[in-house]
């Protein structure tokens, strides 16, 4: 992904920086593995506004990600690489051999047409999800779980990941972004890989405008 500014018509577009998404899918989500998306508006359970100034905004529909990934044995293609609203990496649409669909987290360097599997005998390479203990040490991981079958929870947002560093007895030794180190069940499994859209944090939005919608 590349980062896109503008001329400087005006002071909001002068210091506005974006991401160009022009190599992502243009059409509608994929409708079966959507639900609404309803805004508390800042509402509690009464209805009563708990949190001031937190109306408007578009409308947008979650898209349901799986991060359990136990699809295994059966390989997938990735048939389109999306934006999603609710989260700051892209996603991507995996359509398996037994034409079932899922959402997957998408990472750098994937490719629609490329293929994806899961599982403890998939093949080392970018997009495919293993136990910890089957990934090699050096390799950087993401979706990770912390509990076998919790699904990931560590390294999920853009650009991001942890590193094995190495093996302890059951547990994988993860260095994660922040320098702290943590040790994780070697059954768990994790995403080979970098996230996409790493240039998130370089976004400027410009205009109070463009945060309300």
């Not at 051999?97 to 998408?106: Q, S, V």
């Not at 059951?170 to 994790?190: C, P």
């Amino acid at each position: 992904m590349s980062l896109k500014t503008f001329k400087s018509y005006t002071k909001t577009t002068r210091g506005t920086v974006l991401i160009d998404r022009k190599n992502l899918w243009k059409g509608k989500a994929y409708k079966p593995l959507t639900s609404i998306n309803r805004s508390s508006k800042g509402r509690n359970n009464l209805g009563r506004i708990t949190s001031r100034n937190h109306g408007g905004g578009h409308k947008h529909k979650y898209r349901i990600i799986d991060f359990h990934r136990k699809t295994f044995g059966i390989k997938g293609t990735v048939e389109r690489i999306e934006y999603d609203p609710n989260r700051s990496c892209h996603i991507m649409l995996i359509n398996f051999e037994n034409k079932e669909r899922k959402y997957y987290l998408a990472p750098q360097k994937i490719k629609v047409g490329d293929f994806i599997e899961n599982g403890p005998n998939s093949e080392i390479k970018i997009g495919n999800s293993l136990p910890l203990k089957d990934i090699p040490t050096g390799m950087d991981v993401h979706n990770v779980e912390i509990q076998p079958g919790a699904g990931g929870k560590i390294a999920r947002a853009a650009g991001s990941s942890v590193n094995i560093s190495g093996i302890d007895g059951n547990y994988t030794v993860l260095k994660m972004a922040s320098g702290e180190i943590r040790k994780i069940d070697s059954r768990s499994l994790a995403t080979i890989g970098v996230l996409s859209n790493p240039d998130q944090k370089n976004i400027k939005i410009g205009k109070a405008g463009r945060s309300r919608w």
